[in-house]
């Protein structure tokens, strides 16, 4: 308020985690003003995106952001001042020190006039098929999610320790982490380090957590950790994950290595958070779960009629939940909200029991020989193998014909493989488990996906370097583009 911030203005916090982005984000919605977040390992052009698509007065940076948000800020006219966390040296006229308004503030702080149809937050979709938009919610939305989620399906006591793998930027972290153990009284660990399986198995052990909120890529990466017979994660009595589909073999390599349940579930920021999840003592490994209290669903065809059971097709959500519109797309907003009814473009099947299996999502479909071909069917299928880790399947034009190109990470921490040998096991192993057209026609194996800062895999990026490396054989200067890719996700693995 004393930097002139006003209800219903938006405030980017641009930090990493920690007590500040706690307490920042909580007296944001409390005055009436608007909150989004941005992931701390961005290039300057993202944080100029941001800034500029939610006209936000006031950004609220540390070290990590700082130099990035200055780089940028002449080419941004709606930012009025930005507020440093962690350092109060050689700040410029239009910032202040976080600390040091901190110390001069009144300790108590008046809530602003504000009913639950009053906008709280943005929540912005991953930009995987471009870029991020923000999903628009009220106040009402949080509450609702945490009576249906956390307290319906989770079951949070006041007694939990939650420790999120994922950062605070991300919606299901945060809310998971930082909102839903405040509405029982709970506890959560925030930790500014990138999460790795050490020190994640380090915080186990140091807070005893009961509830683990996860992703699949952790999820895997710390079961097949060499030190996975060590920790003790006997005090968990349930992991989460979302993000992306967890795939059945993996949740059984982690139960065998440690024992706990995970209720894999699904969500987006378009409905705020999860509204299709397992349940404690009723896991199928392999599916989404159930439909979380408060939602409804249907499984429809191109033409919006119903498909049978375990037929595939798309899934829409209603809920009340559902955000009000995608700020500045109004086409958008018109084909996938109707109400409080949501178009996810996810693909699933539903079965007799009210179970969702996930497929892919429609935009990931892939033609192949005039057929429809959804890439997570034949993941799966190659992930069955001891020796894939991790596999992305993606669509690349030859010739002006389609054809599967499968990028695998192997049991090899380097990647070294004999491609050849390997790509015809493979071949075998997907003989009599897929029909012959889903069969990749190449396998390109590298050191590690690229991923987006939610932990998903990045398609665009596989699609774009597929694309790349088919124009190879005909252009050598484009012959080095594993290679390339290989070190921009190195990189990018440094940064968390």
């Known amino acids: 308020r004393s930097l002139g911030v006003e209800q ?60 990035k948000i200055r780089s940028v800020a002449p080419s941004c006219p709606f930012l009025r001042r930005v507020l440093v966390v962690g350092t109060a040296e050689d700040l410029r006229p239009n910032e202040a020190s976080f600390q040091k308004l901190v110390a001069s503030a009144p300790e108590n702080l008046e809530a602003a006039h504000t009913s639950k149809d009053d906008i709280a937050l943005w929540k912005f979709t991953t930009g995987t098929t471009g870029a991020p938009k923000g999903a628009v919610h009220a106040h009402y939305a949080p509450y609702l999610s945490f009576r249906n989620y956390a307290l319906g399906v989770l079951g949070y006591r006041p007694d939990d320790i939650v420790l999120p793998v994922p950062k605070l930027f991300f919606g299901y972290a945060r809310d998971c982490a930082v909102l839903f153990p405040f509405g029982v009284g709970a506890a959560a660990v925030v930790f500014p380090e990138r999460s790795t399986p050490e020190r994640l198995f380090e915080l186990i052990a140091q807070h005893r957590p009961t509830i683990m909120i996860q992703v699949p890529t952790m999820i895997n990466a710390m079961a097949r950790h060499p030190d996975a017979h060590r920790p003790d994660l006997s005090g968990l009595r349930l992991c989460t994950s979302a993000g992306e589909a967890l795939p059945a073999e993996v949740y059984h390599q982690w139960k065998q290595a440690f024992g706990v349940e995970i209720l894999d579930g699904i969500g987006s920021s378009e409905l705020y958070h999860i509204y299709i999840s397992n349940r404690h003592g009723a896991v199928r490994p392999g599916s989404l779960g159930q439909l979380v209290p408060g939602y409804r669903a249907e499984v429809l065809d191109p033409d919006g009629r119903p498909v049978p059971d375990g037929e595939v097709g798309e899934l829409w959500v209603e809920g009340e939940t559902a955000a009000l519109m995608y700020w500045g797309d109004r086409e958008k907003s018109l ?34 020989s005039g057929i429809w071909v959804a890439p997570l069917e034949v993941e799966h299928c190659l992930q069955e193998h001891p020796v894939v880790r991790e596999v992305a399947v993606v669509g690349e034009t030859v010739d002006g014909l389609t054809q599967l190109v499968a990028y695998m990470v192997t049991g090899d921490p380097r990647g070294r493989v004999d491609p050849g040998s390997l790509t015809a096991e493979l071949q075998a192993h997907m003989r009599g488990r897929l029909a012959p057209h889903k069969a990749p026609r190449e396998m390109r194996f590298v050191e590690a996906l690229p991923r987006t800062p939610t932990g998903k895999v990045d398609r665009k990026a596989l699609k774009a370097g597929a694309d790349v490396a088919s124009a190879a054989a005909t252009n050598p200067e484009r012959r080095g583009f594993l290679r390339g890719i290989d070190a921009s996700v190195e990189r990018e693995s440094d940064r968390g």
Do not use: C, M
């Open 335 to 368: 084909s996938t909200f109707q109400g409080n009814r949501v178009r996810t473009g996810d693909l699933v099947r539903h079965d007799a029991d009210g179970y969702f299996w996930y497929q892919g999502r429609a935009d990931d479909l892939v033609k192949i």
């Open 8 to 67: 219903e203005q938006r405030v980017l916090l641009a930090l990493g985690d920690g007590v500040e982005f706690v307490a920042t984000w909580y007296a944001v919605v409390k005055i009436g003003a608007v909150t989004a977040e941005a992931y701390t390992f961005l290039q300057p052009k993202d944080y100029e995106y941001f800034l500029n698509y939610t006209r936000a007065r006031i950004a609220v940076v540390d070290r990590t952001t700082l130099e």
